[in-house]
């Protein structure tokens, strides 16, 4: 069982629509989570980064951590094109080592 | 500014060639990595710079050497390369290594 489980997709949803993405991991000292977006053949850009449990917001994007479910998930509202990417959710204990998920395709259709 | 810069953007060696990538920052972090990418995979972690020390190798093998000559700069030396080392190169930087890391752009490379 891989420590970082991540749906790769595609995911196709029309434009304007509310994308859910999901990780689940089985690593309980996981205390860092991340989601960064990667566009064909670039570098992955940060999105969002959550220590420990909660929620966050920005702009178009909500982040949501559960640790009791050991459950991550990035919502981008009002999704647009240029949202067309790869999601990577990325998770360390100790800040140094990320492991990331298989890292999911979106595809928003206008 | 959040940016790491990486050069070259492409490079295509042969196998008994000798390069290097070079990755640069300049927003004070003091922990860099090297990460590899294959075609439809996530990154995977090759080595850790902690405050111009490595103090993480993930079991790497010795064609490929890296450097930290000072706290912005770090290199990747190349020499005797497979063809399946071919991927994307990525560098990516944190402040003091517990917090976010941001990356490049990555160098994509490819070995005949």
């Known amino acids: 069982q891989k420590e970082v489980e991540q749906d790769p997709g595609p995911l196709s949803v029309p434009e304007g629509a509310i994308v859910s993405l999901n990780c689940t991991y089985s690593?309980?000292?996981?205390?860092?989570f991340m989601w960064y977006r990667q566009y064909s053949r670039k570098g992955p850009e940060l999105l969002m980064y959550?220590?420990?449990?909660g929620n966050k917001e920005d702009g178009r994007f909500t982040a949501q951590v559960d640790k009791s479910s050991k459950y991550i998930s990035l919502f981008i509202r009002d999704s647009q094109p240029s949202d067309s990417a790869t999601y990577l959710c990325?998770?360390?204990?100790?800040?140094?080592?990320?492991?990331f998920g298989a890292g999911t395709i979106l595809r928003v259709k206008s | 500014d959040t940016e790491v810069t990486q050069t070259p953007k492409h490079l295509v060696m042969g196998m008994t060639n000798k390069k290097s990538l070079k990755c640069e920052q300049h927003?004070?972090?003091?922990?860099m990595y090297w990460y590899k990418q294959k075609a439809k995979k996530p990154p995977e972690l090759m080595f850790v710079?902690?405050?111009?020390?490595?103090?993480i190798n993930e079991s790497v093998p010795s064609r490929f050497s890296p450097e930290c000559p000072n706290s912005s700069l770090l290199n990747l030396h190349l020499h005797a390369l497979q063809p399946e080392d071919s991927a994307l190169y990525l560098c990516?930087?944190?402040?003091?290594?517990?917090?976010?890391?941001?990356f490049g752009p990555g160098t994509r490379l490819l070995v005949l």
């Open positions: 927003m004070g972090h003091r922990a």
């Open positions: 990516a930087s944190s402040q003091t290594g517990r917090e976010t890391q941001y």
């Open positions: 690593n309980s000292a996981f205390q860092y």
């Open positions: 710079y902690s405050y111009e020390k490595l103090s």
């Open positions: 959550t220590y420990s449990s």
């Open positions: 990325a998770m360390s204990a100790d800040g140094n080592k990320l492991v």
